[in-house]
């Protein structure tokens, strides 16, 4: 607490506490005044508000004042007038804040700003870009919106744990900082997604370079706890007011161009433009359709028979998933499969399949298996083990008819649950078959990693054999590595003679494809098997 003079301002005198917090000496003290305990630039403030001073009583303001060690605080003051020793003057008690102002100031940094990057958050994001958009009528220009995601982010935290991925999403962020021109904003919107506004568009060609250096930045391997780590960046860039003048129309479409980057393989960039809409809603009209073939029971099954290469008989059928559109008519797998995949609905579409295929699999001739295609989003369920055993149980299928193909996007992670789903399903007596062999950069890892009962050869190998020096030496290879491993070599997409007669000669155990049967209809199935001869091999 202090008293000090109105008209010159004059400190008349200080207690203890001023004295101990401010770190003047009371002499030094009551020889200064109110301008000497606040910087420079509020002394005007000051003395406007000491000549309005009359007979106060509980005038409360914020300032800033200065400490004997230079020190800046902040403070919230009190003011009355009362009269001291024969004259009027002020008293005045200080509150230092400062401590308080801070932790406000974080706070409110906090809810604006990501915690582990320190970029802007959504929150501050659509702030910024709502507040730019209302400028654009004003001012004229244009506005760049870029959204992004990145690859990997899933890997690390389960390969190296989240720690890494930490790591991972902070150096992402650096780099992104380093992308951008002056005065532009770079956010995290969550997990691995990022936004950026680009204030100062020089033309689109402008945007479309920030875009290629974003998506070049991330093509650098990362160094993360000592390993090189490979990820990507994918890039959707909307223009205003070309593409959307509104906050959710321009986030619309900047997504939706960045779904297209993603689709076409990523680690690219792409601009929005109306034809992106109509494919959008093209999309969510087939994604509604999926659902309701689901639940009308539109969905088949149709298989087709592996045949084995020694004794010429059909030794099981692979299902396969089928769609009659009404409108459209057959749809192929590679277009709906991974439409159910996005939109959740794989999960019960597989445990549909499931059942189905064991029901009708327990009506063939003993010692014929059924095969099924599995989806790495089964695995992810943690419900896939109890619906095999359920599916085997209802029909009274031998487990050893069922034979379960998964592909190496199942064990890209190897994290500890899918090996766990593995082993428990090869417990119940299933057989486990690696589908697509020779398509993936770590394969080979993986059949070290899990004894598998089977290796299908990809059909992109088949259909160079005799063509493809490469081709042909690799089939050679891998039917030689399944003979060692006491693994049955399949090999799918056989369309010719001369590729039967070169896996034949190759070692190569079973076979199916369109020379020998396309896929059929249960029905039309039960009548192949009861007519199929092993001459048939022969052709």
Not at 25 to 47: G, K, N
Not at 96 to 115: F, G, I, K, L, S
Not at 341 to 348: A, F, K, Q, V
Not at 440 to 467: A, Q, T
């Amino acid at each position: 607490m202090w008293l000090f003079d109105p008209e010159s301002l004059r400190i008349l005198r200080v207690n203890d506490a001023a004295v101990a917090h401010y770190g003047y000496t009371r002499q030094h003290f009551e020889r200064m005044t109110l301008l000497d305990i606040r910087p420079r630039e509020e002394w005007d403030d000051i003395r406007r508000v000491v000549d309005r001073l009359t007979n106060v009583d509980g005038l409360s303001s914020f300032w800033r004042h200065l400490r004997s060690d230079g020190s800046i605080i902040e403070v919230n003051t009190f003011a009355r007038t009362i009269t001291f020793e024969g004259r009027s003057a002020v008293l005045t008690a200080a509150i230092d804040v400062t401590e308080r102002r801070q932790a406000e100031a974080r706070v409110a940094y906090m809810a604006h700003h990501d915690a582990l990057t320190e970029l802007p958050n959504r929150i501050l994001f659509r702030e910024r870009l709502e507040a730019a958009l209302a400028d654009l009528p004003r001012h004229g220009g244009e506005l760049g919106l870029l959204c992004l995601d990145l690859d990997n982010l899933k890997l690390v935290n389960d390969t190296l744990g989240h720690p890494a991925g930490d790591e991972f999403l902070r150096e992402a962020a650096s780099r992104l900082r380093h992308c951008l021109p002056a005065g532009d904003l770079v956010a995290r919107l969550g997990g691995d997604e990022f936004a950026i506004l680009h204030f100062n568009m020089e033309g689109i060609q402008d945007t479309l370079a920030l875009a290629a250096r974003v998506v070049e930045a991330f093509n650098r391997p990362f160094a993360i706890q000592r390993q090189q780590i490979v990820s990507g960046a994918s890039v959707g860039i909307a223009t205003a007011p070309a593409n959307g003048t509104t906050t959710d129309v321009l986030l619309r479409n900047a997504d939706m161009a960045l779904y297209c980057a993603k689709a076409g393989g990523g680690r690219t960039y792409r601009l929005f433009d109306v034809e992106m809409d109509n494919r959008l809603q093209a999309k969510q009209v087939m994604e509604q359709d999926l659902r309701q073939a689901f639940v009308e029971g539109q969905l088949d099954l149709h298989y087709q028979p592996i045949i084995s290469l020694l004794e010429g008989r059909i030794t099981g059928c692979e299902a396969l998933l089928r769609w009659r559109h009404p409108v459209h008519g057959h749809i192929p797998p590679a277009e709906f499969v991974p439409l159910a995949e996005d939109i959740g609905l794989i999960e019960p579409i597989g445990e549909w399949v499931l059942h189905r295929a064991c029901r009708e699999a327990a009506t063939w001739p003993e010692g014929i298996r059924v095969a099924i295609n599995l989806s790495p989003a089964q695995f992810n369920s943690g419900k896939l083990v109890d619906c095999v055993s359920s599916a085997l149980s209802c029909s009274a299928l031998d487990p050893g008819r069922l034979e379960l193909e998964i592909t190496e996007s199942v064990l890209l992670l190897k994290n500890e649950a899918t090996m766990t789903a593995l082993h428990r399903l090869r417990d119940l007596g299933v057989q486990i078959a690696m589908d697509d062999f020779g398509t993936g950069y770590s394969s080979l890892s993986y059949l070290r990693s899990f004894p598998f009962d089977k290796i299908k050869i990809d059909r992109s190998f088949v259909h160079e054999l005799g063509e493809n020096k490469q081709s042909t030496a690799i089939i050679r290879a891998i039917t030689g590595l399944g003979k060692s491993l006491e693994s049955t070599t399949v090999a799918e997409g056989i369309e010719t003679i001369e590729q039967l007669e070169h896996l034949r000669a190759d070692g190569c155990d079973e076979v199916q494809g369109f020379l020998l049967s396309r896929p059929v209809p249960a029905a039309e199935l039960k009548q192949l098997l009861a007519t199929w001869h092993p001459d048939r091999l022969a052709l």
